[in-house]
């Protein structure tokens, strides 16, 4: 153990300091045989300091790895050299270990080098995985930050403007109310994206699907929806679905309002609501063999202009929107809810017919209703 047991002597503080080094440190000797590990390197690689010794390091590492020609290189160079997001998965060290190394040449002992590794953080490796989830994840993230970071000091901005609006001058007046009107409008989309981070388990009953349609009709012909006929095509003797009253009606909501934005004011603008029971359709689910069965079809239909065939890969996504004021978290919103009640909704879009189809599970018994949290919405253009 060359450079720890140098004549300088305290070696049993020296051993201290590296032990205490929460990255692995490992000193290669010149025959290239791992001559000291600390405890952080005997756990990243997975053997004691003794088996190590017993080792070269070209033995321990991915064949082929960077890591080899970094420390012949610094035995040449006597420079330390810094390397990053090198890989060095392997059976033996698991999957992705994905580190940063900094290699060193230890000056009193010629050709011994020093290697410290830097395990990448947990932000690198979900990079790496599916992007969409890790967008969810991102989102659920970002909303409760928000809902934390931001409106907190906006209830205080807003104060402050009130507090103002009584002290200035008539003209000023409309900037206090600006800054009034606008801070309201941050907090309503902040309490938009809040949804997203809410992940409390809801409760669930057997509701039927065609009282939830006729709410939402109600309301759209109450308000934006005024100028649009709506007409319905029910399958009357359809069993009920099991889920949330509060997020269905939310979520036909969503469908329809983009559906009344998207026939706009034309005169033969037509929204229609369908539903029906389609046994035949099974879905593989990602990860088991099985398939399951949803046969509980709601769909929201138009004869808009259809969606923007670029938008379709992401449709589902939230922030995509082609409206100057939209949020684009209507959909994003709708997928969550389906998902999270194990259904699934996707789209079928062409000019003047686009179809939003909601399926979901049948409900046998409570307890049978299982998430089919990997089922992924889709978007489809013909
Ligand atoms: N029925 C529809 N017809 C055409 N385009 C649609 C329809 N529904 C949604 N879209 C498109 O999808 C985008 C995202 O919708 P959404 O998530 O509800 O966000 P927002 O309505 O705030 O834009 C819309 O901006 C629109 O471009
Ligand atoms: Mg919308």
Redesign the pocket.
């Known amino acids: 153990m060359t450079a720890i047991e140098s004549p300088a002597g305290d070696n049993g503080l020296a051993l201290a300091v590296l032990n205490s080094v929460q990255n692995p440190v490992i000193l290669v000797d010149r025959a290239g045989h791992v001559a000291f590990a600390n405890w952080e390197a005997e756990s990243f690689f997975g053997a004691s300091a003794a088996q190590l010794a017993r080792h070269e390091i070209s033995g321990l590492i991915p064949f082929g790895s960077p890591l080899l020609a970094l420390i012949d290189q610094v035995r040449e160079r006597k420079a330390p050299v810094n390397e990053y997001r090198v890989d060095l998965s392997s059976p033996r060290l698991g999957q992705d270990k994905l580190v940063d190394l900094y290699v060193a040449p230890v000056v009193s002992e010629p050709g011994c080098v020093v290697v410290v590794f830097q395990e990448r953080s947990m932000a690198d490796k979900i990079d790496r995985q599916l992007t969409h989830r890790a967008a969810a994840r991102s989102v659920t993230g970002l909303a409760s930050m928000l809902a934390h970071e931001i409106k907190n000091p906006l209830s205080g901005i807003r104060g402050a403007a009130q507090l103002l609006e009584t002290s200035v001058p008539d003209e000023d007046r409309s900037l206090t109310r600006l800054i009034c009107d606008e801070t309201d409008r941050i907090v309503s989309l902040v309490d938009r994206m809040e949804v997203f981070s809410d992940e409390r388990p809801v409760d669930r009953q057997p509701i039927n699907i065609h009282s939830v349609l006729d709410h939402v009709k109600a309301i759209a012909k109450a308000g934006f929806g005024r100028d649009v006929r709506i007409s319905e095509n029910y399958d009357p003797s359809l069993p009920p679905v099991y889920a949330n009253r509060d997020q269905l009606v939310q979520v036909f909501l ?2 329809v ?3 009344a ?2 026939v706009g004011d034309e005169a033969d603008g037509e929204i229609l609501l369908t539903t029906a029971y389609r046994p035949g359709i099974r879905l593989s689910v990602a990860g088991s063999r099985e398939k399951i069965s949803l046969p509980l079809e709601f769909c ?1 239909i ?1 004869n ?5 065939t670029d ?1 379709l890969p992401n ?2 996504d ?1 922030f ?4 100057t ?10 997928a969550k809810i389906i998902g999270a009640h194990g259904g699934i909704v996707e ?1 079928d ?1 062409q000019s003047r017919r ?1 179809v ?1 189809r909601v399926l979901m599970p049948m409900h046998k018994e409570a307890s049978s209703v299982e998430p089919a949290a990997s089922l992924t919405t889709t978007g489809k253009a013909k």
């Open positions: 969503n469908l309002k983009n559906a934005e998207a929201v138009d808009g202009p259809g969606v923007p938008l449709l589902f939230p995509v929107t082609t409206k004021n939209g949020s684009g978290l209507g959909l994003a919103l709708v789209c879009s686009t939003f």
